[in-house]
């Protein structure tokens, strides 16, 4: 009896073995092939799923007087608004969705340069909701009653097409954000950071302060970071904090969103309406949302700021200059809004490509997403790189602010701190299936040679039974 059970137990681990070299030659294969593709984000922006064009270049290559702009639809497919049915036919033609709508690009640009030429309302924002065919103009609580009728008046003077609405809260600037930076005007926080060639810079806010303005990395002041050397404020909202060390160091590429977690950022793109979103601070951490609007104008008690981008996504006083992202791309830095993320609101940002095109200068990223986009704008040449319409890979990364993050996922230190056990049981590296391998290969050696034993051990007691 005691013979059987052994042998049952030499055969489970000889099959349990053989079963461990099987899955980690399997491990190790996905792990190579892993290493050799690109991240779903890179994938996402090199070409849209299922179309030729995306929404962007067609509206560019049909024109504002015969489009009206796009979105990003419930599918993932580029919507395009059209004014006639040869732009539409165009459209699916390239494999994108159409809709016959009203009024033109210019015709809504027409509209907002008129609310532009009016006497300036403090607490008021407007943009073209694509979706709609409309203008919307926002009112924020401090917006009296005549001021409102004015600007009612002069909205139904424009078009039936421009609409007035009122919102909870005011339209503030965030002052404040994700990696908190401090000084004697206040505290903001690191967007992204950014190089010129020669030295570092934090791409944040323009309200964050002024041009000589002295940041520093804790309450005290004993911690310096650097200093503000480029500030715009109002007409746009960016600024460039210059290290005080030359250089920004370990994880340089990578967006704090809290728990010690943090998205590795891997190009910067235009943001797209109707596209998933995700914004950081330090004040309410990390919340999703999606754009609702692009080219928005706020009328900020300390001035307009035009181009922006609007989103549904939530911000509190102290998340200003916080990154918005979306698998793994920049996009934007907060520039405020109105409401909170108990009731919910609206938050505008500084689009970041025209930030550092105003500023001559590149986002920091690691060597392998620099070739890659290479060959984005390599593939992209003639026009603006834009953000493709979401593949199921990209969307699938675009996760709940509750998990991880969207992208590529990092600690924030820039994973410096990483112990040999962490590297190895990752799944991304082959070390889990060279283990997996090393351990059946033990077990298959170790069984064969206890079985050896054994054998032997038996025939001596056998020979010196039977000896003589």
């Known amino acids: 009896m005691r013979h059987a059970r052994r042998r049952i137990v030499r055969r489970v681990t000889r099959l349990a073995a053989v079963g461990g070299l099987l899955l980690g030659g399997a491990m190790v294969t996905q792990a190579a092939m892993a290493s050799e593709t690109p991240p779903a984000a890179v994938r996402a922006l090199a070409a849209p799923t299922g179309t030729g064009d995306t929404g962007a270049a067609l509206v560019a290559r049909l024109g504002t007087a015969r489009t009206a702009g796009s979105w990003i639809g419930a599918d993932g497919r580029p919507v395009v608004a059209v004014t006639d049915d040869a732009a539409a036919l165009a459209v699916r033609g390239a494999g994108a969705e159409a809709k016959v709508v ?24 407007w943009a073209v909701d694509y979706r709609t065919n409309q203008v919307m103009v926002s009112a924020d609580s401090t917006v009296s009653r005549d001021d409102w009728s004015r600007m009612s008046h002069l909205t139904a003077k424009i078009g039936d097409f421009v609409r007035m609405e009122r919102t909870k809260g005011t339209f503030t600037t965030r002052l404040n954000g994700a990696q908190p930076i401090l000084s004697t005007g206040g505290r903001c926080s690191a967007g992204f950071n950014v190089t010129d060639g020669q030295s570092a810079f934090i791409l944040t806010a323009g309200h964050c302060g002024p041009a000589g303005s002295t940041w520093f990395a804790d309450n005290q002041g004993n911690r310096q ?53 995700f914004r950081s601070g330090s004040t309410s951490g990390l ?47 907060t520039s405020g809004g109105s409401g909170d993320c108990t009731a919910g609101g609206t938050t505008f940002f500084q689009p970041v490509t025209k930030a550092m095109a105003a500023l001559n200068v590149k986002l920091i990223v690691s060597a392998q997403s620099a070739a890659a986009q290479n060959a984005r704008n390599a593939q992209n040449s003639g026009g603006t790189a834009q953000s493709a319409a979401p593949s199921p890979a990209a969307t699938q990364a675009a996760i709940a602010p509750s998990a991880v993050s969207p992208g590529s996922a990092a600690p924030v230190s820039g994973g410096q701190n990483e112990t040999l056990l962490a590297r190895l049981t990752d799944t991304r590296n082959i070390g889990p299936g060279l283990l997996v391998i090393a351990g059946s290969l033990i077990a298959l050696v170790a069984t064969r040679y206890i079985r050896a034993e054994q054998d032997r051990k038996a025939y001596q007691r056998y020979y010196s039974a039977t000896w003589g």
């Open 225 to 277: 970071l650097g200093q503000t050397v480029s500030s715009t404020f109002p007409g746009n909202d960016f600024s460039l904090v210059k290290y005080a060390s030359g250089t920004a160091g370990d994880g340089a590429d990578v967006v704090a969103i809290g728990g010690g977690n943090g998205v590795r950022i891997t190009g910067a793109a235009d943001a797209q309406v109707g596209q998933r979103v």
């Open 102 to 125: 009203a009024h033109s690009m210019d015709e809504l640009k027409s509209a907002t340069a008129a609310l532009r030429s009016a006497p300036r309302v403090a607490g008021t924002a």
């Open 287 to 333: 919340h999703d949302g999606t754009v609702t609007a692009l080219n928005a104008t706020v009328n900020y008690p300390e001035g307009t700021v035009t181009g922006l981008i609007q989103t549904n996504v939530c911000a509190e006083p102290g998340d200003s200059g916080g990154p918005l992202f979306s698998d793994g791309i920049a996009l934007g830095v």
